[in-house]
Every structure is written in structure tokens, then in C-alpha cells.
């Protein structure tokens, strides 16, 4: 039956694959896309940004969708908004079309990060759910790779216009999700709650969790007897305010700065374009591996010591960066040793986990509201960091140092966050955490 569930969250995931690829499939398609349509730092700035509005009106709008019509339907949109985006961005020659379908692209993200591991959290057993959950970050950093590769490869190929063979890529995963989401059951703990008990109890069986319906079902019943909530009624201040702080911070390490301009960042450090397109693979490697190790140890480690590590080596190699961008004359090899020391770092703690932990820290009854708060939360932000990041390093010739500082202190502040602050959540079911918080 694990195996079962786990199957189920590796389709569930692939929209997470899907995620990774649309947000750094830009990074190869930015200076051309600037020269083309002879872009300054600001409008740049706007059309890399623009995806990320998306992600935040996506993560924003989905929630209540979600716990109306349930999370399968909501996939299948999902897959169908990334196909569309793919499609568009590939053929158009208008830059504010361009902008318009990057922005459906980015709508297609938010609502993917809300209702991914979502899902996945509810329908996998509490002993291996960091893991299944997990799933969907790692199928993130594996699009995040076959983005960068797809980019090395098709760099050049058809001359000026290689960049929209790199966007068109996401069309085939696109397609390959939206089928394979036939072959999955909506989520049990939706159909529970929303009254469709029969359902619910066949699915759990075949899930080899018949205990969880009990368990949902006596859960929603103390929540005012599955009175429709709000959000922020006062009971849920305790997850609303972990998912947030954990969220801001998930995108103050300059993570998404660094994915959508990383061939840039290599100029910056010295190298020349091919080197760092080449540089860029290295860096999505680097992000890949190590989230696979962190799943491995997700469910035995727990969640705050995986991103107390990371805290403490993300502030190291920040810092290390920085310090290399202050005078650059020649190529550092030792700054992609850096960046990719803090991909480990962030691969194996906050990437991680921050899906995970804002799909297990709310209620049944409000999990898809909390779910959307946290993803939104996540995306103000990385929209915030992503479009002012070129204006700081065009505007100074220590753009680059300032930008790392700042990101490196964040890390800082983040560990102390953690470690004093942060609760547990492995190997509990979400209804124990519920207790635990005090939530009645």
C-alpha cells in the first residue's frame, strides 16, 4: 500500500517538475529577450518578475477553488496552464504577449505549490510523508535541471531564435502530467470532509489507511461540527505565523535571484557566456543531489535540523560569494564552488522542507486556505527579490557584493528563527500536530 501511495505522489509531483522548469527556464532567455526588445534593468527586471506576479495571484485565488471542487480538478488546470504557457512564450512576437503568457505560466506555479504537496501530504502515511511530500521538491530541482541542460543545449541552435526552443521544451512534460493525472484518486481527506464518506473509506482502504478516516472525520467534527472556517479567526496563529516567517525567509537567501539569473551571475563573477551557461548545469546538479539526499533523511533527521544545517552553511557560502564579487578582474573558479556550496545547503534545507512543512502545519479544515497563504507569502517575496536584483547589480559595480550581504544576513537571522522557534512535525500524523499546536 506504501507503495501505492507513493506512486500516486510521484504523479502528483510532476507538477513540481513543471514548476522547476518554468522558473529557470528564463535564465537562458533573459539578456536575448532584453536585447531583443531592448529591455533597461527595470523592464527586465518586470518581464522575469512577471511569472512571479503570476505565481502570486496563482497561490493567492487557488485556495478556495481547492476546497470546493477538490484538489484532482485543480491539477488538471494546472497541467493545462503550463502547456499554454509553453506554447505562447514560444511563438510570440509581441513583448507584451510575451509578458501575458509568462504571467499564465506563473499563475500555473503558485497554484502548483499549494495544491502538490497538498495533495501528497493527504493521501500518504504520517511515517513516510516528509519523504512522499518531498517528492514534489525534488521533482522541482530535477525540472530546475533539465531546464539549465535543455538551455546548454539548445543555446545557439536556430540562431537568434534558440530561446524560444528552450521555452517550448515545457510543453512535453506538460502533456506527459495532464495524462498521467487520470490514474490518480482525489484526495481521501477532501472527500471526507466535504461528506462523501463512501468514497473516502474505499480510497483510504486502498491507501492501507482505514484508521485515518476516523481520525479526520472525529477532527472536523470538534472543528465547530465541519462549520466552514475562516482562516484568521484567532485559532490558527501559531501556523499561520510559522508558515509565513518560514516562507520569507525560504526567498531572502536570494535563492530565486540566483536560479533565474544564473548565467548572469557567472558574468558577473568573471566567466565568459558559454562557461556560464556551462556553470549554470553545475549549479541545478548541485541542487538536484542534494535534495535527494535530504529526502532520504527528512523522516529521520525531522525537519528543524535539516534547516538549522542549511541556515548555518547557506550564511558561510553567502558570505564567501559576496566577498569574491567585490573586485572581479578574472574568473574566480572558487566562486562556483560558492554558489554551488550554498545550493547544497538550500537543496538540503529549505527546499526541502518548506513544502512539506506548510502542507502538514494546518488543519483539514483549513488546509487549503493556509496551504495558499504560505505559497503566497513565498511569492510576494521571490517576485520582490527577483525583479529589483538586476537594478542593484546594474546600478553599482557592487551590486553583486551588497545583494549577498544582505541575503547572507537573512540566513542569519533565519537560524535563530529555527532554533528557537520552529516546532517539530516528523513522524506525526496531521492530525497530532494539530494537538500539539493547541488547535481545537
Known amino acids: 500500500m506504501t507503495k501505492k501511495a507513493s506512486n500516486i505522489a510521484l504523479i502528483a509531483a510532476l507538477g513540481g517538475f513543471l514548476f522547476g522548469f518554468e522558473v529557470s527556464v528564463i535564465s537562458g532567455a533573459e539578456q536575448v529577450i532584453q536585447k531583443l526588445w531592448e529591455l533597461d534593468s527595470f523592464w527586465l527586471g518586470f518581464t522575469v518578475a512577471s511569472s512571479l506576479i503570476g505565481t502570486v495571484l496563482g497561490s493567492l485565488i487557488i485556495g478556495k477553488p481547492t476546497q470546493k471542487y477538490g484538489r484532482k480538478p485543480v491539477l488538471f488546470l494546472i497541467a493545462a496552464l503550463?502547456?499554454?504557457?509553453?506554447?505562447?512564450?514560444?511563438?510570440?512576437?509581441?513583448?507584451?504577449?510575451?509578458?501575458?503568457?509568462?504571467?499564465?505560466?506563473?499563475?500555473?506555479?503558485?497554484?502548483?505549490?499549494?495544491?502538490?504537496?497538498?495533495?501528497?501530504?493527504?493521501?500518504?502515511?504520517?511515517?513516510?510523508?516528509?519523504?512522499?511530500?518531498?517528492?514534489?521538491?525534488?521533482?522541482?530541482?530535477?525540472?530546475?535541471?533539465?531546464?539549465?541542460?535543455?538551455?546548454y543545449l539548445l543555446a545557439g541552435y536556430g540562431g537568434d531564435e534558440s530561446w524560444?526552443?528552450?521555452?517550448?521544451?515545457?510543453g512535453v512534460p506538460a502533456i506527459v502530467f495532464f495524462i498521467l493525472l487520470f490514474f490518480i484518486p482525489e484526495s481521501p481527506r477532501w472527500l471526507a470532509v466535504s461528506g462523501k464518506i463512501t468514497e473516502a473509506q474505499l480510497i483510504f482502504q486502498q491507501l492501507g489507511q482505514e484508521e485515518a478516516l476516523k481520525q479526520v472525520l472525529d477532527e472536523h467534527n470538534k472543528q465547530d461540527k465541519?462549520?466552514?472556517?475562516?482562516?484568521?479567526?484567532?485559532?490558527?496563529?501559531?501556523?499561520?505565523?510559522?508558515?509565513?516567517?518560514?516562507?520569507?525567509?525560504?526567498?531572502?537567501?536570494?535563492?530565486?535571484?540566483?536560479?533565474?539569473?544564473?548565467?548572469?551571475?557567472?558574468?558577473?563573477?568573471?566567466?565568459?557566456?558559454?562557461?556560464?551557461?556551462?556553470?549554470?548545469?553545475?549549479?541545478?546538479?548541485?541542487?538536484?543531489?542534494?535534495?535527494?539526499?535530504?529526502?532520504?533523511?527528512?523522516d529521520k533527521?525531522?525537519?528543524?535540523?535539516?534547516?538549522?544545517?542549511?541556515?548555518?552553511?547557506?550564511?558561510?557560502?553567502?558570505?564567501?560569494?559576496?566577498?569574491?564579487?567585490?573586485?572581479?578582474?578574472?574568473?574566480?573558479?572558487?566562486?562556483?564552488?560558492?554558489?554551488?556550496?550554498?545550493?547544497?545547503?538550500?537543496?538540503?534545507?529549505?527546499?526541502?522542507?518548506?513544502?512539506?512543512?506548510i502542507a502538514e502545519i494546518f488543519p483539514n479544515a483549513v488546509r487549503a486556505q493556509g496551504a495558499a497563504l504560505g505559497s503566497f507569502t513565498h511569492w510576494i517575496m521571490a517576485a520582490v527579490i527577483s525583479w529589483v536584483f538586476p537594478i542593484i547589480v546594474e546600478g553599482s559595480v557592487l551590486g553583486g557584493f551588497y545583494s549577498f550581504v544582505f541575503y547572507g544576513i537573512m540566513m542569519l537571522l533565519s537560524f535563530l528563527f529555527i532554533w528557537r522557534v520552529m516546532p517539530e512535525t516528523k513522524g506525526k500524523s496531521l492530525e497530532q500536530i494539530q494537538q500539539e499546536l493547541g488547535i481545537k
Not at 505560466?105 to 510523508?129: F, H, N
Open 82 to 151: 503550463y502547456l499554454l504557457s509553453a506554447i505562447g512564450c514560444a511563438i510570440v512576437s509581441s513583448w507584451l504577449i510575451f509578458v501575458l503568457f509568462r504571467f499564465l505560466g506563473g499563475i500555473a506555479v503558485g497554484a502548483s505549490s499549494v495544491v502538490g504537496p497538498m495533495y501528497i501530504s493527504e493521501i500518504a502515511p504520517a511515517k513516510i510523508r516528509g519523504r512522499l511530500a518531498g517528492m514534489f521538491q525534488l521533482n522541482i530541482v530535477a525540472g530546475i535541471l533539465v531546464a539549465y541542460l535543455t538551455n
Open 164 to 170: 524560444r526552443y528552450m521555452l517550448a521544451a515545457m
Open 226 to 298: 465541519g462549520k466552514k472556517e475562516s482562516l484568521f479567526n484567532g485559532k490558527y496563529n501559531k501556523p499561520i505565523f510559522y508558515a509565513m516567517l518560514l516562507a520569507m525567509f525560504n526567498q531572502l537567501s536570494g535563492i530565486n535571484a540566483i536560479l533565474y539569473y544564473a548565467p548572469r551571475v557567472f558574468e558577473m563573477a568573471g566567466f565568459d557566456r558559454a562557461d556560464a551557461f556551462q556553470q549554470s548545469v553545475f549549479i541545478g546538479l548541485a541542487n538536484f543531489i542534494f535534495t535527494m539526499l535530504a529526502m532520504t533523511v527528512i
Open 301 to 357: 533527521f525531522g525537519r528543524k535540523k535539516l534547516l538549522l544545517i542549511g541556515a548555518a552553511g547557506m550564511t558561510v557560502f553567502l558570505v564567501l560569494t559576496a566577498t569574491n564579487l567585490m573586485n572581479v578582474s578574472e574568473a574566480n573558479p572558487l566562486t562556483l564552488v560558492y554558489l554551488v556550496g550554498f545550493i547544497a545547503c538550500f537543496a538540503f534545507s529549505q527546499g526541502a522542507v518548506i513544502w512539506v512543512f
